[in-house]
């Protein structure tokens, strides 16, 4: 295949990646600020975001461990929220399990919310792109994405630590997963969900180590699951 072709087709991906710096760009900032906020040291923020490379899991853990949670809670409930990174593998593995291995181990670690979506509805609006260039597409993608999110990560860090101790602002942890959910409430079922979980979570507030929102999450899953069983039926 020609050069030229691939070429192309790498720097359309990054177009297509390139509008997410608008939410990667203060997303990473908040993350070093409340990460610093949290008591993290600068090698502990950026050794989080290069190893977890998961901007909801990250705030999440980082919120357990300000409330002094036990570590398996922490940990129990970071790979709950990315439980959805098992759905994304197995959706997008049709269309990339056949690339070389190193190639695969590559794209799954930098397999986020952004390069799934835009990679996903690309490869299945064109599908007559050949294995090199789906590849090349994905690539493409992650390029402006996740390069930034470490470099934004590291600014937020390095600007987190120069705020003085009385201007703390723990409460921007809880306001950015509200501007991460909002937007997601978009039919019954996750209306539900929500509702339940947050309603859960309030009533089970006195349980010991946060469990009662491990406990939330499952029952909104499961309620959110039957409202959408119930209301596709109808349909």
């Given at each position: 295949?020609?050069?030229?072709r691939l070429t192309s087709t790498y720097w359309t991906g990054f177009r297509?990646?390139?509008p997410f710096l608008l939410v990667i760009?203060?997303?990473g900032i908040l993350f070093g600020v409340v990460g610093t906020e949290a008591g993290l040291n600068l090698a502990e923020v950026m050794g989080f975001s290069i190893l977890?490379?998961?901007?909801?899991?990250?705030?999440?853990?980082?919120?357990?461990?300000a409330d002094n949670a036990p570590t398996f809670v922490v940990l129990a409930t970071s790979l709950a929220v990315n439980l959805r990174?098992?759905?994304?593998?197995?959706?997008?593995?049709p269309h990339l399990g056949a690339a070389p291995r190193w190639q695969r181990a590559i794209m799954a670690y930098f397999l986020v919310?952004?390069?799934?979506?835009v990679a996903h509805a690309r490869y299945e609006a064109h599908p007559e792109m050949s294995l090199a260039e789906r590849v090349v597409y994905f690539f493409g993608v992650i390029t402006p994405v996740c390069p930034m999110w470490y470099l934004m990560t590291l600014a937020g860090a390095l600007a987190g630590q120069e705020i003085p101790p009385e201007y703390a602002i723990d409460f921007a942890v809880p306001i950015t997963f509200l501007a991460l959910v909002a937007p997601a409430l978009r039919t019954l079922a996750h209306v539900a969900a929500a509702a339940v979980s947050v309603t859960l979570a309030l009533l089970l507030a006195f349980l010991p180590y946060s469990?009662?929102?491990?406990?939330?999450?499952?029952?909104?899953?499961v309620v959110g699951a039957w409202v959408e069983k119930r209301t596709g039926a109808r349909t």
């Amino acid at each position: 295949m020609p050069n030229a072709r691939l070429t192309s087709t790498y720097w359309t991906g990054f177009r297509h990646g390139a509008p997410f710096l608008l939410v990667i760009a203060p997303f990473g900032i908040l993350f070093g600020v409340v990460g610093t906020e949290a008591g993290l040291n600068l090698a502990e923020v950026m050794g989080f975001s290069i190893l977890v490379i998961a901007g909801a899991a990250q705030f999440t853990a980082v919120q357990l461990m300000a409330d002094n949670a036990p570590t398996f809670v922490v940990l129990a409930t970071s790979l709950a929220v990315n439980l959805r990174m098992a759905m994304y593998s197995a959706s997008i593995t049709p269309h990339l399990g056949a690339a070389p291995r190193w190639q695969r181990a590559i794209m799954a670690y930098f397999l986020v919310d952004q390069s799934y979506a835009v990679a996903h509805a690309r490869y299945e609006a064109h599908p007559e792109m050949s294995l090199a260039e789906r590849v090349v597409y994905f690539f493409g993608v992650i390029t402006p994405v996740c390069p930034m999110w470490y470099l934004m990560t590291l600014a937020g860090a390095l600007a987190g630590q120069e705020i003085p101790p009385e201007y703390a602002i723990d409460f921007a942890v809880p306001i950015t997963f509200l501007a991460l959910v909002a937007p997601a409430l978009r039919t019954l079922a996750h209306v539900a969900a929500a509702a339940v979980s947050v309603t859960l979570a309030l009533l089970l507030a006195f349980l010991p180590y946060s469990s009662g929102v491990l406990i939330a999450g499952a029952a909104a899953m499961v309620v959110g699951a039957w409202v959408e069983k119930r209301t596709g039926a109808r349909t």
